[in-house]
């Protein structure tokens, strides 16, 4: 029992690494947020740009919704992510082996949720400006659900795939 104890305990983050990270994950969620009050669609047709910090960024209905999909997508993985950092952390076992997914997962969520987004876009919905078709609130719902639950929206594709596809 003690040298299971021992070989868990030297896999185990130190307290200042998870300090850092708790850091990082607090700065994570405040870029999330602020990222997604800029590009969330605006009211104004006229409306082409965002303001992000001291860049203006000219971005068409299409892109924003885009990257509001990515921006949503990534906050969902961060819940999923967080959640698992703190429940490690408050057991004090918190492996460096799992470092890499946790900094990956909202990248690969990320992506996965644009897959998703097009997938559906293809097929649930119609025209040809998405300012004034699409609801956003529904977008970042789906997006961040997918963030969350990367695993079940991986499966899902793979039945609409096989559907489209044998």
């Known amino acids: 029992m003690q040298a299971t104890q021992q070989s868990s305990e030297q896999h185990s983050l130190p ?53 509001l999909v990515v ?34 997962r909202p990248a690969v969520s990320a992506a996965l949720a644009l897959i998703f987004y097009f997938t559906m876009r293809a097929g649930l919905f119609a025209g040809s400006t998405a300012d004034q078709t699409i609801n956003p609130f529904g977008i970042a719902a789906i997006s961040g659900m997918v963030g969350m639950f990367a695993r079940q929206a991986t499966e899902k594709l793979g039945k609409i795939f096989d559907t489209i596809f044998t």
């Open 71 to 104: 921006i949503t997508s990534a906050l969902g993985s961060y819940i999923h992510t967080v959640t698992s950092f703190t429940t490690y952390a408050g057991r004090g076992s918190l492996s460096q082996d799992w470092l890499a997914w946790y900094f990956l």
């Open 15 to 67: 307290a200042l690494a998870i300090w850092v990270l708790s850091g990082l994950y607090l700065i994570s969620a405040a870029m999330l947020l602020y990222a997604l009050s800029a590009v969330w669609p605006s009211e104004h047709p006229d409306a082409k740009g965002v303001a992000f910090f001291l860049w203006n960024l000219p971005l068409s209905g299409d892109v924003r919704l885009i990257w």
